[in-house]
């Protein structure tokens, strides 16, 4: 099973393959094929009712043509297991196997008629396949060759030069006719199973690659955290949500106090250090159901649903603690002091968008800092700044 989901893995990142690694893959469609199409010839002309149904010396010349083009295709495929390492990127072998697949392909459609099934289903799944996988010139030019080649073969059986389909014996009884639906079902079916296999696998690839190029749009590269796009965006739809369900919701704003000084003395990278300890220990301070981006440089803003002012400010203290517990040390051992000063504000029924309450927290977030830093402070509509020790248990370092 292991195994399995290895081998999808593979066949799903299929996309990143060099150009001969595709060719090569394209003649391990293709050559299976012809063995396919040439024990199927084997079959057919050893039943004793062959003569009702297939006409058998056309069909034994078709199983040299398929002997032939088996050994031409071993031969590029040696030539790219010679390449595969020497020159991956070797454009004109990905060409070469596709002008051997298509053009060997419409060939042997004729003899069963190029207007069949199994040539509508290669003709319809392999340009698509071919676009997705393979180099897209080679692929046009592929299928310009095929589709001149079924051109010319479809014309010349049109004008009489040529017989349609010279292997058949056209039907005359309902067991022929089984017959050839069965073939042609067979010749059809590993075109079927692979292409949906294949595009089934290559979907869902792109699909975890896309969740995955979402997820770091929304992530700031050096915490891990919401970027400053992603938050305001959650903080957002926290609006949407605590004006719908009449919910108060609280905007922390904190900035990591004198964090110039930290790069200054201590050098960038462990003031990089100081924002991951920061950024983690504000992610474990919060609940579920709360949020917390990184606003800015040094600046984090959190996002507290369904919390009015006494709960919210009891979080910033909880993360203010929490901060000003932190140990980080500098690359010579030195504890590095952490502190950080907190606006917090709620969102008011008179802000035209939760940017208004940003800029509230924003300014008491100076005030903060103004008032000797690591401290919170409260700043609501309407009611102006509130002081500390209005909310229960509100110690200040
Ligand atoms: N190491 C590191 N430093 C950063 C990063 N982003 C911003 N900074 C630094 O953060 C510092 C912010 O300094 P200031 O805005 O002057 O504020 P401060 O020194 O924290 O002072 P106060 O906010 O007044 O306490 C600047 O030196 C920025 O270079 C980052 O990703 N990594």
Same mark, same amino acid.
């Given at each position: 099973m292991r195994r399995l989901t290895v081998w999808r893995k593979r066949i799903a990142a299929a996309l990143e393959w060099s150009p001969v690694d595709k060719g090569l893959i394209l003649m391990a469609m293709a050559i299976p094929l012809y063995l396919q199409y040439f024990l199927w010839s084997l079959y057919v002309i050893s039943r004793p009712d062959s003569h009702s149904l297939v006409h058998t010396e056309v069909v034994k010349r078709v199983m040299?043509?398929? *002997?032939?083009?088996?050994? +031409? @295709?071993? %031969?590029?495929?040696?030539? #790219? &297991?010679? =390449?595969?390492?020497?020159?991956?990127?070797?454009?004109?072998?990905?060409?070469?196997?596709?002008?051997?697949?298509?053009?060997?392909?419409? *060939?042997?459609?004729?003899? +069963? @008629?190029? %207007?069949?099934?199994?040539? #509508? &289903?290669? =003709?319809?799944?392999?340009?698509?396949?071919?676009?997705?996988?393979?180099?897209?010139?080679?692929?046009?030019?592929?299928?310009?060759?095929?589709?001149?080649?079924?051109?010319?073969?479809?014309?010349?059986?049109?004008? #009489?030069?040529?017989?349609?389909?010279?292997?058949?014996?056209?039907?005359?009884?309902?067991?022929?006719?089984?017959?050839?639906?069965?073939?042609?079902?067979?010749?059809?079916?590993?075109?079927?199973?692979?292409?949906?296999?294949?595009?089934?696998?290559?979907?869902?690839?792109?699909?975890?690659?896309?969740?995955?190029?979402?997820?770091?749009?929304?992530?700031?590269?050096?915490?891990?955290?919401?970027?400053?796009?992603?938050?305001?965006?959650?903080?957002?739809?926290?609006?949407?949500?605590?004006?719908?369900?009449?919910?108060?919701?609280?905007?922390?704003?904190?900035?990591?106090?004198?964090?110039?000084?930290?790069?200054?003395?201590?050098?960038?990278?462990?003031?990089?250090?100081?924002?991951?300890?920061?950024?983690?220990?504000?992610?474990?301070?919060?609940?579920?159901g709360d949020s917390v981006g990184r606003y800015g440089g040094e600046e984090f803003l959190l996002v507290l649903p369904n919390t009015d002012a006494s709960e919210a400010h009891a979080v910033a203290e909880r993360c203010r603690l929490s901060l000003q517990a932190l140990i980080v040390h500098n690359d010579q051992g030195l504890r590095v002091p952490v502190t950080a000063s907190f606006g917090l504000t709620l969102l008011s029924p008179t802000d035209s968008s939760v940017n208004a309450a940003i800029g509230r927290a924003d300014e008491a977030l100076y005030q903060a800092k103004g008032h000797g830093r690591n401290r919170v402070e409260t700043l609501l509509a309407g009611s102006g700044m509130v002081p500390s020790d209005a909310f229960s248990k509100a110690p200040q370092a």
């Amino acid at each position: 099973m292991r195994r399995l989901t290895v081998w999808r893995k593979r066949i799903a990142a299929a996309l990143e393959w060099s150009p001969v690694d595709k060719g090569l893959i394209l003649m391990a469609m293709a050559i299976p094929l012809y063995l396919q199409y040439f024990l199927w010839s084997l079959y057919v002309i050893s039943r004793p009712d062959s003569h009702s149904l297939v006409h058998t010396e056309v069909v034994k010349r078709v199983m040299e043509v398929e *002997l032939l083009l088996i050994a +031409i @295709g071993s %031969l590029i495929v040696i030539a #790219g &297991i010679f =390449l595969r390492r020497r020159r991956p990127d070797y454009l004109p072998f990905q060409h070469a196997t596709l002008q051997y697949y298509s053009l060997s392909l419409v *060939l042997m459609s004729y003899s +069963i @008629g190029t %207007l069949s099934f199994p040539v #509508g &289903i290669v =003709l319809l799944g392999a340009p698509i396949f071919g676009f997705i996988l393979l180099n897209r010139r080679a692929v046009w030019w592929a299928a310009a060759s095929a589709f001149s080649l079924l051109m010319a073969l479809s014309y010349a059986a049109a004008s #009489g030069d040529i017989p349609y389909a010279p292997s058949k014996v056209p039907p005359a009884s309902s067991h022929a006719f089984t017959f050839w639906m069965l073939s042609e079902l067979f010749f059809a079916a590993p075109f079927l199973i692979l292409i949906t296999f294949m595009a089934d696998q290559m979907l869902t690839w792109w699909r975890d690659r896309e969740d995955q190029i979402r997820e770091l749009s929304r992530r700031d590269g050096l915490t891990g955290l919401a970027n400053r796009r992603h938050i305001l965006s959650e903080a957002d739809a926290a609006t949407a949500r605590a004006r719908r369900d009449e919910q108060p919701l609280a905007v922390v704003i904190l900035d990591l106090d004198h964090f110039k000084r930290v790069n200054d003395s201590h050098g960038h990278g462990t003031g990089d250090r100081v924002l991951k300890a920061s950024a983690e220990r504000l992610s474990a301070a919060l609940r579920a159901g709360d949020s917390v981006g990184r606003y800015g440089g040094e600046e984090f803003l959190l996002v507290l649903p369904n919390t009015d002012a006494s709960e919210a400010h009891a979080v910033a203290e909880r993360c203010r603690l929490s901060l000003q517990a932190l140990i980080v040390h500098n690359d010579q051992g030195l504890r590095v002091p952490v502190t950080a000063s907190f606006g917090l504000t709620l969102l008011s029924p008179t802000d035209s968008s939760v940017n208004a309450a940003i800029g509230r927290a924003d300014e008491a977030l100076y005030q903060a800092k103004g008032h000797g830093r690591n401290r919170v402070e409260t700043l609501l509509a309407g009611s102006g700044m509130v002081p500390s020790d209005a909310f229960s248990k509100a110690p200040q370092a």
